[in-house]
């Protein structure tokens, strides 16, 4: 015994922090999150493009493109719902789609106001997004297939809708939303996605519900053993993506001042709308992220956007950059975590519930 | 010993059974028969390692023997692991270095570490689950065929039940690694290490899933590779199978190395103080009548085919009862069945209300808990911070105002119960992972006990925690059962079982053999009765 060092007496440190300190990593975090890195990166994209060509820089011009990045910025936020329970959703841009031109034939046609399309905008976009939760939930498809499956169902749907019309001349009080400013300068548009975003994170942050996302996200069979209704959460992740969605719709319509057709899935909105998910620094791993993230990332991806495009490159070179930008996200998280493959991710299949005692599941 | 059962032990005779492969042959420009030359010692010197800001080692120096089983002891997070894994080349040490026969190896890799015949048989197994027992044995070496790029599959299945009887692992090669228990997976790892050529070997917890009969398989492939003049590592926290196969121990304690002793001078006691750095109190079983206690949890003929049968028996408020039994028993099974995570017949009822359809939701409500056993898998939400851990369970239970959450309230209603298991950590947005497994540990407690439960069932509660967070366990349990909780505690360490239980039930092949109570609780009357022994 003579080798023991002097004892040291056990410590229990409480599990209060320091204030101090406290202060001081609350800051460093705000720092390292991937919110500010977006809004450092904007602005910066946005400075340089100015500083080459000055017309960049007109109010004017960041408003179109605040309100031009809206119809995506609401889409990515939606995603972000199926991303934090490990799913994915390829369907958003014809359930976008749907929304925009059954609201948009009935404005056209019946001169209805954008208050009554509202709830059914929400409503067929919900609706779909169920139809996909189901199928995830209890048939045990995995996501991407399954809305691989409803993307193409759904896209026939838009199109039968539309037929060989489009929607084309809206009444007068949604241009007055397009055009319109709260404040001089603030859009009502923009107002709109913001207001979406910030009751999301509410949502997300302070409700059982959103609390339930992302624990199943995290670990689908703690989870489950710690009494949350895995299934429920997991059908009403859908639904809140096929409702945002159907939201976004509407914004899309207001926005564009019609659809069509191929609303939605013209403008790539599928693709565009997971990478601003993963840019903004929600992973497809579930369990982690925000939808604050994806909105700023939607935004930045249209500045970007406008400004390759100020710079001369050919716009053919749009969808490369977009590419790029997600590839560079991804290797940012995996540097953070590479605790699940994306392949892994990609080819999951929701488990069955109850779940088998450990001795048969595990491998 | 070698040759004695007419198998031959000796690495000369069974390894040529492989051809060397002829990129292996490129590989190793020497071309050393390893396991005939007998192992060289293998020594850390003042090795120190950091990860972010959390010191794992430091300044520690170690020297492994040849022909000794030299393991390291400590509580979790002490450094243990840390060091077996920078000697192996899976971290790099920030300094100090590693001297292989006296000289100096420099940067090592896992790969260049097994090519200089160091292996580490990890925590948990890593086999390829789809692939075969052989195929397995022989990734990163497979035997070359006659053509370019192809795979001598003959040579490989012919020498692969050498590599197997060489370990003492009876199965049929083409067997699925998935289908394997996790002992057969590790006498895999070490048939590996004996492919590798490896003579340096480490082994990192190996006994903790294994019963004790498994453990003793692997305890005698140990002695005989020393027998062999191997140089074997050896982590463990049971102390009784410490003592028993050392040769030589070392403790280490908060990163730094507190003391190194021969088999003949260790004992448990100089060992524990070591470990905690003071003297834990020798526990006393606590004696209470409970046999007036009113029932709070009845289960009745509770049947799942193949798993248990006919398991009936029931909880007094107050009492600690415990289910002894071996892995693979049942008695994890029959918890998982109450709790509604598999199917079963028969009835469950609680405070005298039955429960017809159990899921976790409706039964945490009705105040029925469950603490799994697999923390990792099914406890854990790695990417929440502690707080939101801690709180899990009672999501719904949480204070509002409106539809929304109150987080000051839910932080005190954490923080709360993060001081009460005594949770050591920088804050409660800590992330989870950061936190030693004790320590991991007390926040499931946290969870499960704001649930604030009737019955409470720990299903091996201190698995994998250090000596510290098992006293606070010990004592958790206690301060509960007193409140009036029934706890009904599974555990693979009956010394738990003998101090803590007011009753034990003996679990074997499924069923409940035998109840014991008070007094006649004793490590000896368990040790029999679960490995279905009538015993008395």
Redesign the interface.
């Known amino acids: 015994?003579s080798?023991?060092?002097s004892?040291?007496?056990?410590?229990?440190?409480?599990?209060?922090?320091g204030r101090r300190d406290?202060r001081r990593s609350a800051a460093l975090r705000l720092a390292r999150r991937r919110e500010s890195l977006l809004i450092v990166m904007t602005v910066a994209v946005f400075s340089i493009t100015t500083a080459l060509e000055p017309s960049f820089d007109t109010s004017g011009n960041i408003n179109f493109m605040l309100e031009s990045a809206m119809p995506l910025a609401v889409l990515a936020v939606g995603q972000t719902m199926v991303c934090l329970v490990r799913g994915i959703d390829v369907s958003v841009a014809p359930i976008l789609g749907i929304a925009a031109v059954s609201t948009g034939f009935l404005a056209q046609d019946d001169g209805s106001s954008y208050v009554l399309m509202l709830p059914l905008a929400l409503a067929i976009g919900a609706g779909l997004g169920v139809v996909n939760g189901l199928f995830v939930t209890y048939a045990r498809i995995p996501p991407i297939i399954t809305t691989l499956g409803t993307l193409s169902i759904y896209a026939g749907i838009e199109l039968s809708l539309v037929g060989s019309s489009a929607v084309q001349t809206l009444p007068a009080s949604y241009s007055t939303l397009n055009t319109g400013t709260l404040l001089p300068d603030i859009s009502y548009l923009l107002v709109i996605g913001v207001v979406v975003t910030i009751l999301a994170a509410?949502f997300l942050?302070?409700?059982?519900l959103g609390?339930?996302l992302?624990?199943v996200g995290?670990?689908v069979?703690?989870?489950?053993?710690?009494?949350?209704?895995v299934n429920a959460v997991l059908v009403s992740a859908y639904a809140l993506t096929g409702l945002i969605a159907g939201l976004a719709g509407l914004v899309y319509l207001v926005y564009y001042r019609g659809a069509e057709g191929g609303s939605g899935i013209t403008e790539n909105l599928n693709l565009l709308s997971i990478a601003a998910v993963l840019i903004g620094g929600t992973t497809l791993t579930g369990?982690?992220g925000g939808v604050v993230g994806p909105f700023l990332a939607a935004i930045f991806i249209t500045v970007a956007d406008e400004a390759v495009l100020v710079a001369g490159v050919n716009p053919d070179w749009q969808p490369a950059g977009v590419g790029l930008l997600l590839l560079l996200a991804i290797m940012l998280d995996r540097n953070q975590?590479g605790?699940r493959s994306l392949r892994e991710v990609l080819l999951a299949r929701h488990p069955k519930l109850?779940?088998?005692?450990?001795?048969e599941a595990t491998? | 010993m070698a040759g004695a059962n007419g198998l031959s032990l000796c690495g000369r005779a069974m390894t040529p059974v492989v051809k060397r492969p002829r990129s292996m042959r490129s590989r190793r420009p020497e071309s050393h028969d390893a396991s005939a030359r007998g192992a060289a010692r293998y020594e850390a010197r003042q090795i120190s390692k950091s990860f972010g800001g959390a010191v794992a080692l430091s300044d520690v120096s170690v020297t492994f023997a040849p022909g000794e089983i030299h393991t390291l002891c400590g509580e979790n997070g002490a450094g243990k692991s840390t060091l077996l894994k920078v000697m192996a080349g899976i971290h790099q040490p920030d300094a100090g270095e590693i001297l292989l026969g006296g000289e100096p190896l420099g940067a090592l890799t896992p790969r260049s570490a097994q090519l200089r015949g160091i292996y580490l048989v990890p925590q948990e197994p890593t086999l390829m689950a789809t692939l075969s027992a052989f195929e397995n044995l022989f990734v990163g070496i497979l035997p070359r065929g006659r053509l370019p790029f192809s795979v001598d599959w003959k040579e490989m299945e012919r020498s692969a039940g050498a590599f197997f009887a060489q370990v003492g692992l009876d199965i049929d090669p083409h067997t699925p690694a998935s289908t394997l228990s996790i002992a057969q997976q590790q006498l895999l790892e070490c048939a590996r290490a004996l492919v590798h050529r490896c003579n340096i070997i480490f082994f990192d917890e190996p006994t903790s899933p294994l019963t004790a009969r498994e453990a003793d398989v692997l305890f005698a492939l140990m002695r005989q590779l020393r027998e062999r003049d191997f140089t074997l590592g050896f982590i463990s926290h049971r102390l009784d199978e410490v003592l028993e196969i050392s040769d030589r121990i070392t403790v280490l304690r908060d990163s730094r190395l507190v003391t190194e002793m021969t088999a003949a001078e260790a004992s448990r006691g100089s060992i524990v103080s070591a470990m905690v750095g003071h003297d834990i109190a020798v526990r006393q079983r606590r004696h209470r009548d409970l046999s007036s206690a009113e029932t709070v949890l009845e289960v009745e003929a509770l049947s799942a085919p193949g798993r248990f049968s006919e398991v009936s028996f029931v909880a007094r408020r107050g009492e600690v009862l415990g289910l002894a039994g071996l892995v693979g028993s049942g008695r994890t099974e029959i918890a998982e069945a109450i709790f509604g995570l598999a199917p079963a017949s028969g009835a469950v009822t609680l405070a005298g209300r039955p429960l017809a359809h159990r899921t976790p939701a409706s039964l945490i409500d009705s105040g029925l808990i469950y603490l799994p056993e697999d923390r990792g898998r099914n406890g854990v939400f790695a990417e929440v911070d502690l707080e939101r851990n801690i709180t899990a369970a009672i999501i719904p239970r949480l204070p509002r105002r409106g539809p929304l959450l109150r987080p000051g309230a839910e932080y005190e209603i954490a923080e709360q119960a993060s001081q009460r298991t005594r949770i050591v950590a920088r804050s409660l947005s800590s992330s989870i992972k950061s936190l030693s497994g004790g320590n991991q540990q007390r926040a499931m407690f946290s969870r499960w006990l704001l649930a604030d439960p009737k019955v409470a069932i720990f299903d091996e509660p201190t698995r994998g925690v250090d000596v510290g967070a098992k006293d606070d366990i010990y004592k958790i349990i206690d301060g509960i059962s007193d409140t009036g909780v029934a706890v009904v505690m599974i555990s693979s360490e009956l010394e738990e079982l003998v101090f803590l239980c007011d009753r034990v039930l003996a679990i074997y092949e499924g069923r409940i053999v035998t109840e014991v109570a008070g007094d006649d609780i004793t490590l000896q009357r368990l040790g029999t009765l679960i490995v279905g022994e009538p015993g008395r």
């Open positions: 015994m080798g023991i060092a004892p040291v007496e056990h410590q229990v440190i409480p599990a209060r922090p406290s509410l942050w302070r409700t059982t609390r339930a992302y624990a995290n670990n069979e703690a989870a489950f053993r710690a009494g949350i209704r369990g982690k975590s605790r109850p779940l088998a005692p450990p001795n491998p």
